[in-house]
């Protein structure tokens, strides 16, 4: 005799808070300060980690600095891209932009605007851009995705 199984519906709930926020910040200060200034700010522990490395088409490789907080919490972490390398940028297109700030938040506890009005609130950064990744047509953004 042929049993037969039978099929359940299940339904999965997608929370859209758990999105990553990238926003684009514009700031004279070097890297190492505005980590700083993040961490003040946010309750965060950004940390230098190795550099994010992008291949060019001469064969050599281009750094741009990298500062992370994956520690705290599994739930929210950040990562500060620096968008220039000397004289090259990591986002062509982008060039007005300094640093590249994400946030993946799984827990909800943050929103791009009130995330973008209190990186605003900071007196050293001059603009905070939000900057949609599915919309650029760029090749290098998937070094920041990884």
Not at 26 to 49: G, M, Q, R
């Amino acid at each position: 005799m042929k049993s037969t199984q039978k099929i359940t519906k299940v339904q999965l709930k997608v929370n859209h808070s758990d999105e990553s926020f990238w926003l684009g910040v514009v700031s004279a200060e070097p890297d190492y300060k505005l980590s700083l200034l993040l961490n003040n700010k946010f309750n965060l522990s950004l940390k230098n980690i190795s550099p994010l490395k992008v291949p060019v088409d001469n064969g050599s490789e281009l750094e741009f600095s990298r500062f992370s907080d994956h520690i705290k919490s599994p739930e929210i972490f950040c990562t500060l891209f620096s968008n220039r390398s000397g004289k090259n940028f990591l986002l062509k297109n982008l060039k007005n932009i300094d640093y590249i700030f994400q946030a993946h938040d799984l827990s909800g506890k943050y929103h791009i605007k009130s995330l973008t009005s209190s990186l605003r609130e900071i007196e050293s950064i001059t603009a905070v851009f939000t900057i949609d990744l599915k919309l650029m047509k760029e090749k290098n953004i998937k070094y920041l995705i990884q």
